[in-house]
């Protein structure tokens, strides 16, 4: 998920900065093994699971780790990585625009499907029914209606449409596109192919009917030329302070 804070970045101090390194690493391996067990055993994640799953003891990876709040932040921090590796590609990429909107939906679609009992975790909004203070999904929620405001407008200001349009256009698809995947992981009452051609041409429509009442009339199958360059910037880091 460009624009991420980086962790790694020298000090000038080569010991610290191996450690800083190691100590990266190790987090990370401890992640995917939270992802595993997640994976395994649902969204009730456990910190012995997840020690166990790593080969290391609990107090090894509380030494990595604050508390379980601070593991939970790693794992959104991941899982905003694997979206968004899966959607800017996408997004950026010069399609025509339901084709473009189809793929960007199946990204996430995919995501979700791939990962459910993460997305599960992190939109419960609590680690061990203790709450916590970030709310990583709404914050992505929050990430993608930004960028998507700043791609709808760009377009709109082509067409010499008013761009004051975009800012709730774009968080109306992105609440209702997160709404639509909450419901489809509980029901899965069709498969994924289905519940993205859906949407996709409820999406489309709102596009071509506000389009048209200006007077612009958009092929759905022809690319739009290049539009703005979406970067998604996420401040959380997946490095907390180093441990005594």
Known sequence: MGGMADPVKPTGDARRDRWRKHRIA???????????VLHEHGPDLAMDDVAAAAGVTKPVLYRHFTDKADLYLALGQRGTEILFERLLPVI???LAPVPKIRMALNAFFTV???NPNLYRLLAHGSFGEK???????AEDKALIATAL???LGD???????????AEPWAHGIVG????????????????RDSVVEYLTQIIWAAIDGLTRQHGVAIDPDRPLGAGKVVKL???RTSEAGDPQ
């Not at 990370?28 to 595993?36: M, T």
């Not at 377009?155 to 349009?165: E, L």
């Open 131 to 137: 709450p916590v203070a970030t709310d990583v999904v």
């Open 155 to 165: 377009y709109m200001r082509r067409f010499n449409m008013d761009s004051g349009a």
């Open 112 to 114: 979700i499907e791939e």
């Open 26 to 36: 190790r987090r990370a391996e401890f992640v995917e093994a939270a992802l595993r």
């Open 176 to 191: 209702m596109v997160q709404n639509t995947g909450e419901w489809w992981l509980d029901k899965r009452s069709m498969n």
């Open 92 to 94: 950026n990429a010069e």
């Open 233 to 235: 910037t996420d401040v």
């Open 149 to 151: 405001t700043a791609l």
